[in-house]
Each structure stands twice: as C-alpha cells, then as structure tokens.
C-alpha cells in the first residue's frame, strides 16, 4: 500500500515512465527499498486495474513506449492513502517523511490539518505508553531495560512532535 501511495505521488506531478519512476524511487527512498522493473510493473498493474492511472503516449523526445499518468480515481485514493498513513502514528518515521514530501505540495489548511491531527495521535500515544511504562512490575529482572525502552520510544515521539511543530510554524510563515 505505502508502494503504492508513493509511485501514484509521483506520477501525480507528472506523467512518467517506469524507468523514471524507478530512478525517483531509488532517490526518495535513499535505495533502502530495492526496485526493480517487475516490482514497478507488478504495482503499475494493479493501479491500471484499479483504474488509478491511465498509460499516455509519450513526448515525441522519449525512448519510453508510454508514461503513466494519474486519474480523478487516483487522485483520490492518494489523498485519502496519504491521511491515512500520515495520521497513523504507528507509520515509521522513515515513510512519514516520504510520504510528508507529497502533502507538502497540497492545499496549505489541509497540510496544517493533517499536522494537527498527527500532533494528536502522537500525543494519544505518548500518554499511552507512559501509563504502560507505570504499571511496569518494579520486581522484574528487566524492569530497568525495559522502562528505558519506553521512555526512548516517548522521547522519539516528542522529537517527532517537535519536528512537526516546526513543520507547522513553516507553514504558517509560509516558507515550505
């Protein structure tokens, strides 16, 4: 699914070939997700299915046989894709980040809303794991260690709320 959300992102700035996509792939996601042509054409297809994205002939300069292009359809099911993995504060940080580089290019409110509402969720379940870490038994062997994960996971999730709260105020200041 987040495969999905991030070729349809792509394709939504601009129609492009598998080879390009595959290239701005490599480059977002820093390789840590090997793409290969069968990969990309495995999802292509499942999109076309869907009805998601259409094949356009290509410029007159390309070697490429056609290029991809997003339909109203897709374009719906990206917005809808990208809240649902944004606002999950479950999402690993190394997704929100390149899902976050597709919902800068929106509607500025929506963005602040999205924001927000991650701002929530992590907030829910910073709460969370502070109430689990209390009811940690002081008796067991581990108790120590394991306490120090949580207070690192709360801490990694104030980092986060930090970081988009200075998302925020960009925004607001309106240099993103």
């Known amino acids: 699914m987040i495969t999905h959300i991030v070729i349809l992102g792509i394709i939504e700035k601009k ?16 390789d840590f997700i090997p793409y290969k042509f069968s990969n990309i054409y495995a999802i292509l297809n499942s999109l076309r299915k869907k ?6 002939p290509p410029s007159s300069k390309s070697k490429e046989l056609f290029n991809f292009a997003i ?5 719906a099911f990206l917005k809808e894709g990208l ?6 504060p ?15 290019s929106g509607d500025k409110k929506h ?15 910073s709460m969370k794991l502070s109430e689990k870490k209390e009811k940690i038994p002081v008796d067991l062997i581990l108790t120590d260690k394991i306490i120090d994960v949580y ?6 999730i104030q980092t986060e ?16």
């Not at 339909?71 to 374009?75: E, R, V």
């Not at 809240?83 to 999950?88: D, I, V």
Request: glycine content about 2%.
């Open 15 to 30: 129609p492009t070939s598998v080879t390009n996509l595959i290239k701005i792939c490599k480059v977002i996601t820093e």
């Open 51 to 56: 009805k998601y994205i259409i094949r356009k």
């Open 71 to 75: 339909t109203s359809k897709g374009k």
């Open 83 to 88: 809240e649902k993995l944004f606002l999950n």
């Open 90 to 104: 479950e999402t690993p940080d190394n997704w929100i980040d390149i899902v976050f580089q597709f919902i800068l």
């Open 111 to 125: 963005i602040e809303k999205l924001i927000s509402k991650r701002i929530e969720n992590l907030n829910i379940l």
């Open 151 to 156: 207070n690192h996971r709360i801490m990694h």
């Open 161 to 176: 709320i930090d970081w988009l709260n200075w998302i925020m105020s960009s925004i607001s200041k309106e240099k993103v």
